[in-house]
């Protein structure tokens, strides 16, 4: 978690010197919000695509895991504290206040439970009632409510929710609840995300302004640039040169902050509309195309699934 840190870091660093270049062209107007979606990864679109093809088991898919964590919760606490309409002192103050409840919720949530507790739980996990369920999702919604009423983004609040779910879990049965849960996330939520994004995407922007779609490929470039080359280089000394490659490129997978975080410069007049179309239809492109190419590449390199043979994995599908 360190490296992983250290590189979101510096592509922070690079992100904001960056936009302060391309505010001085003309092309950007505000550099916290620009150079936020630069430093995004999308660990929810990333993490089926990895399990799928047995990274997550491999010591690799832990650094994978851990860049993917820091890539979605940093600028999560960034747009937390600087893009709303208080002042940064006092959204500083609200965050406090609400990681000091999410710890007092995970410190409940690990404490040893009753054996009667414990008893009840596992004989409603199977039946119709589902408890362990209800109970998660209800943590779950309490979370991000209480990150709502503070003027914090809901996204924090959901990040936070999935710590203590997982802590409140744990046992034999957490698989069981895992899957449940992923069930849930993965065949219902995240769809109706994706397909509440593409009816929302500004799609006539990049057409009315002949400047808008040629930015897509420049965006891209920024990403890998951005994302990329810092894992390529905070990696380094940890990872076999096989492995930086593909580390780089999952890192720079982006698309659910990126949407949230224009929109979020669209309706403060922080973005114009071309600007993020233009980044939401990069977004497209890096999941489309660098999770493939990450994982082309790490099976090349050589797949390890443990450290006495490897293995390589098809793709999702293929």
Request: proline content about 5%; charged content about 15%; some cysteine.
């Amino acid at each position: 978690m360190r490296l992983a840190a250290a590189s979101w870091v510096s592509s922070a660093g690079l992100a904001v010197v960056i936009s302060l270049a391309l505010i001085a062209t003309g092309l950007e107007h505000d550099p916290v919000v620009f150079g936020l979606t630069l430093t995004t990864t999308a660990l929810g679109t990333l993490l089926p695509v990895i399990r799928h093809a047995g990274v997550l088991e491999t010591e690799f898919g832990r650094h994978v895991m851990a860049a993917g964590t820091v890539g979605e919760f940093g600028p999560i606490v960034v747009v937390s504290v600087f893009l709303t309409q208080r002042d940064p002192t006092i959204s500083i103050l609200l965050l406090v206040a609400f990681l000091a409840t999410a710890v007092a919720a995970a410190l409940l949530a690990t404490r040893t439970q009753q054996p009667r507790v414990v008893a009840m739980l596992k004989r409603h996990l199977h039946s119709s009632s589902q408890l362990p369920i209800r109970i998660s999702v209800l943590l779950i919604f309490l979370l991000v409510y209480l990150a709502f009423k503070l003027g914090l983004d809901v996204l924090l609040g959901a990040v936070a929710a999935g710590i203590v779910v997982r802590l409140f879990t744990e046992g034999e049965d957490q698989e069981v609840i895992q899957g449940k849960l992923e069930a849930i996330g993965f065949g219902f939520l995240i769809p109706i995300f994706f397909v509440v994004s593409g009816m929302t995407f500004d799609l006539h922007s990049l057409f009315d302004t002949p400047s808008a779609a040629l930015r897509i490929p420049l965006y891209l470039v920024l990403f890998l640039a951005v994302r990329g080359a810092p894992a390529l280089l905070v990696y380094r000394r940890q990872l076999p040169k096989r492995e930086l490659m593909p580390l780089a490129l999952f890192s720079v997978t982006g698309l659910p902050l990126i949407v949230v975080i224009a929109e979020i410069g669209v309706a403060a007049n922080k973005m114009t509309h071309e600007n993020a179309a233009a980044l939401i239809a990069a977004g497209i492109l890096c999941v489309l195309i660098f999770p493939v190419a990450g994982l082309r590449l790490w099976q090349r390199g050589g797949a390890q699934t443990d450290p006495g043979g490897t293995a390589e994995f098809d793709l999702p599908g293929g």
